[in-house]
């Protein structure tokens, strides 16, 4: 075992965890992670050159997901590689200020990249209600400069929560943290919730024949198009919950009731796998859902595999 004796802090807590992990499941964590490092970043960017050569979206939507990808690529390169690092520092028994200053590392761009992440979902689901809404009014309304502001803000307030968990109490660390979280949550389901709701009046307008006061009269809805993007951003936000809530829960409770054991230890680094996981998820959920993308990615993967031009290969 490596020398994991911490300084007492929420940190130190959470090092104690991956210390006590015997070396098989060490190493075995460790394997994982690189597979998903690697179809995290290889997924991802993929994504970003899709994004850049399809207009599928209004730009300032587009810039939410160019955002999404970005982060979900970032964690593929910098915080699972730090956790493989980290992990395996811990099986070889280096210095133990190495692995403070690997695992501090990686906890600091884990929590900023996941926390932008998730605003940056939540964001999606009220720029969907908003298209909804504004009508013809959407795209004076939501422009770029005013999304990148927005995520500039996401950066800022990640980087806050970062000082906070690591120069102040972790009561106010995990009382901000919970109700960023809860708010979240909430402002995507009153989102998906008044978007339902709105189609269903959309189309029992339409069936009853005003079809002048479908969506407010503003605009003309392309209900199947609008209930694809819908989808597709439901999907991203399911499997952000699926995979980021049993860190959630993990961590609530190392804080309320503590932990320990090699049991309590192979829960914890499978929570932080999983939630690894979603930077690998999310690429798969955009070629699925959406078809300009997934075309996009099956053209630069042929061009990939095999280069040459069609007729070359015939002759």
């Known amino acids: 075992m490596a020398n994991c004796t911490g300084h ?31 179809t995290a970043s290889l997924g991802n960017s993929l994504i970003l050159i899709a994004l850049h050569k399809v207009s599928v979206m209004h730009p300032p939507t587009e810039l939410l997901f160019r955002c999404l990808a970005v982060t979900d690529l970032c964690v593929g390169v910098i915080s699972q590689p730090l956790c493989v690092t980290y992990l395996l520092i811990a099986v070889t028994k280096i210095n133990y200020h190495v692995l403070f200053y690997v695992d501090s590392v990686q906890h600091a761009s884990s929590f900023i990249l996941c926390g932008v ?49 690591f120069c102040s109490s972790r009561k106010i660390f995990f009382l901000v943290a919970n109700v960023f979280a809860v708010l979240c949550v909430l402002i995507s389901v009153v989102s998906f919730t008044n978007i339902f709701l709105k189609l269903r009046k959309h189309q029992a307008q339409i069936r009853d024949g005003h079809r002048g006061q479908a969506n ?35 961590v609530i409770a190392i804080h309320i009731n503590g932990w320990s054991g090699t049991t309590a230890s192979t829960i914890w680094m499978s929570a932080i796998t999983l939630l690894y996981l979603n930077s690998s998820l999310n690429p798969i959920l955009y070629c699925w859902k959406i078809k300009e993308i997934r075309r996009e990615a099956k053209n630069m993967m042929r061009h990939f595999c095999c280069p040459c031009p069609v007729s070359e290969v015939e002759n």
């Open 117 to 165: 992440s998730f605003f940056t979902s939540t964001a999606i689901s009220v720029d969907r209600l908003l298209a909804l809404t504004l009508g013809l009014r959407y795209r004076h309304v939501v422009t770029l400069r005013r999304y990148r502001v927005i995520i500039i803000c996401f950066g800022i307030i990640g980087v806050a929560g970062v000082f906070l968990l």
């Open 8 to 38: 007492g802090n929420f940190t130190s807590t959470l090092r104690y965890f991956v210390c006590t992990l015997p070396e098989g499941p060490t190493v075995f964590y460790a394997a994982l992670n690189i597979s998903l490092s690697i």
């Open 216 to 250: 407010g009269g503003a605009i003309p809805l392309n209900v199947a198009r609008y209930r694809k993007s819908v989808s597709s951003i439901a999907w991203v936000q399911l499997a952000l919950v699926v995979c980021y809530l049993p860190f959630i829960v993990s």
